[in-house]
């Protein structure tokens, strides 16, 4: 699930999903707002209801939405997430004040399900979830306007935010959700502990569809530091940032979209 439809039927929406294979094993990476995700993989060949678990990058609605709709279909595997995902949550503006976070009928799900990580940890060989990314001084973070409460007096810096680090046979691989950390403070970590100077591919939400133009500077100059081989920006990363990435790293960008596949191997 991306925002962008690959075609062929496909849907899309605000939200994303991938189905992540490593080490011999099948783990669903988010679910998207709806149970959409579902249909577009079955028409992809894909069956969900016997992969060997979900992983949660953060607990907003727009990655969470769909796990009824996965329990449905007959997911019964272990959901890896940080504790923080199941928090009440509000995004508060001059001309907006709605509920973000899970709805009380996915938190009923968990119990028995939920497996907590905290900083890190080994999923299947070769993949391992990462949360509570350090948030360097002046690095970019996609925080703003996000509180606990609806009086906005908590405001909330989604510490629950979390990526997945592949390691391939071409290289460090990072997956990203919805980059709340900001993409530098994210690929930094991922490089820290991959041991890596460089990596090989990115793969997800940005969060820089609202952001200024210092942090899509900051976004191209970490992928550039990295030496990124490619770039897979989707979701949230918003269609202004991806042209701006496309123009400043050239031939290395490629859109994110529903139906995409890609073997780092």
């Known amino acids: 699930m991306d925002n962008r439809s690959g075609g062929q039927g496909l849907g899309s929406e605000w939200g994303l999903s991938l189905l992540v294979a490593a080490g011999g094993q099948k ?16 028409r992809l060949g894909l069956d969900l209801s016997h992969i060997d678990g979900l992983a949660l990058s953060h607990g907003h609605y727009d990655h969470v939405g769909g796990l009824v709709a996965l329990v449905d279909a007959g997911f019964s595997g272990p959901i890896a997430a940080h504790p923080a995902l199941t928090r ?7 001309s907006e004040h709605k509920e973000i976070g899970m709805e009380a009928g996915l938190r009923a799900l968990l119990p028995g399900r939920l497996q907590p990580v905290s900083n890190n940890r080994s999923l299947a060989p070769g993949l391992r979830f990462v949360t509570d990314i350090p948030r360097r001084p002046g690095r970019f973070t996609a925080t703003a306007n996000f509180y606990l409460d609806q009086e906005a007096s908590k405001p909330d810096s989604v510490p629950d935010d979390a990526f997945l680090l592949m390691d391939t046979p071409r290289g460090a691989v990072v997956v990203l959700g919805c980059c709340h950390s900001g993409l530098a403070n994210s690929l930094l970590q991922a490089a820290e502990l991959a041991k890596a100077k460089k990596l090989h591919a990115v793969v997800g939400g940005m969060h820089l569809y609202s952001a200024g133009q210092d942090a899509q500077e900051e976004a191209a100059e970490v992928l550039e530091t990295l030496e990124c081989e490619i770039i897979f920006p989707g979701h949230c990363t918003g269609d202004a940032s991806i042209s701006f990435l496309e123009q400043r790293i050239p031939g290395r960008v490629r859109p994110l979209h529903t139906g995409l596949c890609f073997a780092f191997s």
Do not use: H, P, V, Y
Request: aromatic letters at 18%; hydrophobic letters at 45%; a positive charge.
């Open 27 to 42: 783990w669903l990476w988010d679910t998207g707002k709806s149970g959409l995700f579902l249909d577009n993989a079955k």
């Open 88 to 94: 009440q949550r509000f995004s508060i503006k001059a």
